[in-house]
């Protein structure tokens, strides 16, 4: 899996940012577009959210550009630290914004990729409004991921979820939170 297998923006975008890719990257990318079931383990500052995230944003643009009407949740992410899930979502928008200048710049244009966070301290109106209008990323704890799951509502939504990434793996095994 090389950067060219990606849409045409998001290697511009990738490229101006980082230059190349790191060997994890390219590892872990190649297996996750197999549809392989990937487990990304390497020091820190060697690009890991990026190769567990960049898939999956790169399917985002391209079926966001054939299939407007289409709304689902299709990614996953769960951390067990509530302050790294709104790292995360920060971490989200500068790709999804930079990839959406490189389509503005190719004519094209983004549709709104949108990210929701969903903790234990989200008032219920926000989580209802999740619900009627989900996002396509779901950043969420162990906690509220099986509070979703023990729901009919919530296992509906999360039913066409295309990619699951657990992050900081070590931190919730062998533990309750583990359990969820």
């Not at 980082?18 to 990318?29: D, G, L, N, R, V």
């Not at 549809?35 to 890991?48: D, I, M, R």
């Not at 109106?125 to 996002?135: D, F, I, L, N």
């Amino acid at each position: 899996m090389a950067l060219e297998d990606f849409h045409p923006a998001s290697q511009q975008w990738f490229r101006a940012q980082f230059k190349k890719p790191t060997e994890t990257q390219i590892e872990a990318w190649h297996a996750v577009r197999s549809g392989k079931h990937t487990l990304v383990s390497a020091p820190t500052g060697s690009g890991k959210t990026l190769a567990a995230f960049y898939v999956a944003i790169d399917r985002l643009v391209a079926r966001g550009l054939s299939d407007l009407n289409n709304r689902r949740i299709e990614v996953v992410y769960v951390s067990p630290l509530k302050a790294l899930s709104n790292d995360i979502q920060k971490n989200l928008e500068t790709p999804l914004s930079g990839i959406a200048r490189e389509l503005s710049l190719l004519g094209e244009s983004l549709p709104n990729i949108s990210v929701g966070v969903r903790t234990g301290d989200k008032p219920s109106y926000e989580r209802q409004k999740m619900v009627r209008y989900p996002p396509d990323i779901l950043v969420t704890t162990p906690e509220s991921l099986y509070l979703l799951l023990t729901s009919a509502s919530g296992r509906e939504k999360l039913s066409e979820v295309s990619t699951l990434i657990v992050d900081e793996i070590h931190a919730i095994l062998g533990d309750k939170r583990g359990s969820h």
